[in-house]
């Protein structure tokens, strides 16, 4: 199987029969190249490929992880609400006297009766948020409540006084019944 066209080229005398071997030595020594690089090349993408699948791999559990976590958070919040639902002290139109409580580094009132008010004091009762709304609850149920979620109870103890050795007003012991 010869070649018409370098045949020719031999003829009219442009080209020598070594030139021409030289020629398909050359093309052939391409040939091979190219195919041990393709190999090489297709290693290469498989190790992309991989690469890629174990990334999306860990990126699929952290987002799994994280739905996980969020699924956990609300149904812990559904218990804590449901405790407080179900464990709530009701207040009638009886309870006249504002109790005023630090939430959150932040200030709240809640209205209360002068029993309810005693209780709070000996930390015999909790104040739970539901939904921004603060209720009494005994304080079993805040404990749980406490354990579960502490942002969401204010709990007080009748000891819980630290007394500063360097105060100068340590003596003078703050009233229960002030009211701000």
Not at 84 to 103: G, P
Request: with cysteine.
């Amino acid at each position: 199987m010869s070649n018409p066209f370098q045949d020719q080229l031999i003829k009219t005398g442009l080209v020598s029969k070594k030139q021409i071997h030289s020629a398909k030595k050359a093309k052939n020594q391409k040939s091979k190249q190219q195919r041990s690089s393709n190999e090489v090349s297709v290693d290469e993408t498989k190790l992309k490929i991989q690469q890629a699948a174990t990334e999306k791999s860990k990126l699929d559990k952290e987002l799994n992880q994280k739905k996980e976590l969020q699924a956990q958070q609300k149904a812990n919040s559904a218990a804590i609400n449901q405790l407080i639902t179900s464990n709530k002290l009701n207040r009638a139109e009886n309870c006249e006297i504002v109790y005023n409580f630090e939430h959150n580094k932040k200030v709240k009132r809640i209205y209360v009766n002068e029993e309810m008010k005693q209780l709070i004091i000996e930390g015999k009762l909790g104040i739970a948020r539901i939904d921004g709304i603060y209720e009494l609850v005994p304080r079993v149920i805040a404990e749980k409540i406490q354990q579960r979620n502490e942002k969401r109870i204010v709990l007080f103890d009748a000891d819980d006084q630290v007394v500063d050795e360097n105060d100068p007003y340590a003596e003078f012991k703050i009233p229960d019944d002030l009211t701000w």
